[in-house]
């Protein structure tokens, strides 16, 4: 195979994909209610940069030795965190359902085997430590939205003492007090602010809603914070909306933002879980629309992110590798309806006045009244959208936490 490679399949040889995948299968254990049984639990997580060195500025390029030892490493993850999103979704509130057993009893396999406790050696720490975080997230996020689940894993006693619950909880606290670690040494490292740890932010989140744990709750809260101080202000009437930081990364930069926004977002609707609402002043608002337009008008229009590159950073211009961002419509929508509908608004007459292609880039447009993504599966979310969303507003009453962060 060669070395080096623009698109990640091209690193693989012909049925190599499919044998990993096969060997990933022949690994799983039976559990009660999965008719597959559960992907075997892996205590040591090994994970590799797929990214050739540098390569950031001039566009994607593989580094197809990493991508293939990836593929089974990771492969393992992936695969088990596809099958409970979807048990979880399936659940939703039935506690009866035999999705909720099967999600309950994967959940459980990887909680009492210590899943993803351990980071190795071999690979990139880092690498490791933040796909675990967007494991846990994901993971958490999963079973704080449906309550059949949770409550079919609290019928099922482990011993005279405890339940498949507890075991769960107890799990996701182990592993966000990892996260916990890695935000301060990412913080530490000067690497504060960058989507790695907006999604830190949102992998402690769940756990800290469902254990009323206030150390992890402050310190979601105090990267939320951080996220929409670093979104850029100017002092015209319209905003800027950039996250300089993830302008850095180049031709990927509008990607990146729009893969920023979705913690950030994601932060702000779980955290409206017992009214303990993130987002409480209008300038807090005002922020995160802010970061949508621009999200949103860099897709639209490609030179947005081209021309505030330099702005911000000394790197030159550069055409940018565009990333769909519709399905988080819903969730603005879902955040604040007139937020929504500002934003909403401001596009469609921007993009009346945008010149003879207009008509083509309105076609590209998915908005759909709020409601397009809503029953998509977002895996780094934690399931479909709509799901999660209504998950959270069925947890209501009385914030448990104090707003120290403020």
Same mark, same amino acid.
Request: hydrophobic share 35%; glycine share 10%; with cysteine.
């Given at each position: 195979?060669?070395?080096?490679?623009?698109?990640?399949?091209?690193?693989?040889?012909?049925?190599?994909?499919?044998?990993?995948?096969?060997?990933?299968?022949?690994?799983?254990? *039976?559990?009660?209610?999965?008719?597959?049984?559960?992907?075997?639990?892996?205590?040591?997580?090994?994970?590799?940069?797929?990214?050739?060195?540098?390569?950031?500025?001039?566009?994607?390029?593989?580094?197809?030795?990493?991508? @293939?030892?990836?593929?089974?490493?990771?492969?393992?993850?992936?695969?088990?965190?596809?099958?409970?999103?979807?048990?979880?979704?399936?659940?939703?509130?039935?506690?009866?359902?035999?999705?909720?057993?099967?999600? +309950?009893?994967?959940?459980?396999?990887?909680?009492?085997?210590?899943?993803?406790?351990?980071?190795?050696?071999?690979?990139?720490?880092?690498?490791?430590?933040?796909?675990?975080?967007?494991?846990?997230?994901?993971?958490? =996020?999963?079973?704080?939205?449906?309550?059949?689940?949770? =409550?079919?894993?609290?019928?099922?006693?482990?011993?005279?003492?405890?339940?498949?619950?507890?075991?769960?909880?107890?799990?996701?606290?182990?592993?966000?007090?990892?996260?916990?670690?890695? &935000?301060?040494?990412?913080? @530490?490292?000067?690497?504060? $602010?960058?989507? &790695?740890?907006?999604?830190?932010?949102?992998?402690?989140?769940?756990?800290?809603?469902?254990?009323?744990?206030?150390?992890?709750? @402050?310190?979601?809260?105090?990267?939320? #914070?951080?996220?929409?101080?670093?979104? /850029?202000?100017?002092?015209?009437?319209?905003?800027?909306?950039?996250?300089?930081?993830?302008?850095?990364?180049?031709?990927?930069?509008?990607?990146?933002?729009?893969?920023?926004?979705?913690?950030?977002?994601?932060? +702000?609707?779980?955290?409206? *879980?017992?009214?303990?609402?993130?987002?409480? /002043?209008?300038? #807090?608002?005002?922020?995160?629309?802010?970061? +949508?337009?621009?999200?949103? #008008?860099?897709?639209?229009?490609?030179?947005?992110?081209?021309?505030?590159?330099?702005?911000?950073?000394?790197?030159?211009?550069?055409?940018?590798?565009?990333?769909?961002?519709?399905?988080?419509?819903?969730?603005?929508?879902?955040?604040?309806?007139?937020?929504?509908?500002?934003?909403?608004? $401001?596009?469609?007459? &921007?993009?009346?006045?945008?010149?003879?292609?207009?008509?083509?880039?309105? *076609?590209?447009?998915?908005?759909?009244?709020?409601? $397009?993504?809503?029953?998509?599966?977002?895996?780094?979310?934690?399931?479909?959208?709509?799901?999660?969303?209504?998950?959270?507003?069925?947890?209501?009453?009385?914030?448990?936490?104090?707003?120290?962060?403020?």
């Amino acid at each position: 195979m060669a070395p080096t490679a623009s698109e990640r399949n091209a690193c693989f040889a012909k049925g190599e994909k499919a044998l990993i995948a096969r060997t990933i299968d022949r690994d799983r254990i *039976a559990v009660t209610g999965c008719d597959t049984g559960v992907v075997a639990p892996r205590k040591t997580l090994s994970t590799y940069p797929v990214y050739l060195s540098g390569s950031g500025q001039r566009g994607d390029v593989f580094d197809c030795r990493k991508v @293939r030892l990836n593929e089974l490493s990771s492969g393992y993850l992936d695969r088990y965190l596809e099958e409970v999103v979807a048990a979880t979704d399936a659940a939703g509130g039935d506690p009866d359902a035999r999705a909720a057993l099967c999600a +309950a009893n994967m959940l459980y396999t990887w909680a009492k085997h210590d899943g993803m406790e351990v980071i190795g050696e071999n690979g990139s720490r880092n690498q490791a430590r933040s796909e675990r975080s967007w494991t846990l997230g994901s993971l958490s =996020a999963a079973y704080l939205k449906s309550r059949g689940t949770r =409550a079919r894993a609290a019928r099922m006693p482990v011993g005279a003492t405890s339940d498949k619950n507890e075991v769960i909880l107890d799990w996701f606290s182990t592993l966000s007090y990892g996260t916990l670690d890695y &935000i301060g040494d990412r913080r @530490r490292q000067g690497l504060d $602010h960058t989507n &790695i740890q907006y999604w830190n932010g949102y992998a402690m989140l769940p756990t800290a809603i469902l254990t009323g744990d206030g150390t992890l709750f @402050r310190a979601s809260e105090a990267i939320f #914070e951080s996220a929409i101080d670093q979104i /850029t202000e100017d002092p015209r009437p319209e905003r800027d909306g950039f996250l300089p930081r993830e302008l850095m990364r180049g031709s990927k930069a509008q990607g990146y933002h729009v893969f920023a926004l979705k913690p950030i977002l994601g932060m +702000a609707i779980l955290s409206t *879980a017992h009214d303990c609402d993130f987002v409480d /002043t209008g300038w #807090e608002a005002g922020q995160i629309e802010s970061l +949508a337009r621009t999200v949103f #008008e860099g897709y639209f229009f490609e030179d947005k992110f081209a021309r505030a590159i330099p702005r911000f950073t000394d790197n030159p211009p550069v055409k940018q590798n565009v990333w769909n961002p519709a399905g988080l419509g819903y969730l603005v929508a879902q955040l604040d309806p007139q937020m929504y509908l500002d934003l909403e608004r $401001h596009l469609q007459e &921007i993009l009346s006045l945008s010149g003879p292609d207009a008509a083509d880039r309105k *076609a590209r447009w998915l908005f759909k009244d709020g409601e $397009h993504g809503a029953d998509e599966v977002d895996l780094k979310l934690g399931g479909k959208r709509r799901q999660i969303v209504e998950g959270v507003s069925q947890l209501r009453g009385e914030c448990p936490f104090p707003r120290e962060v403020r």
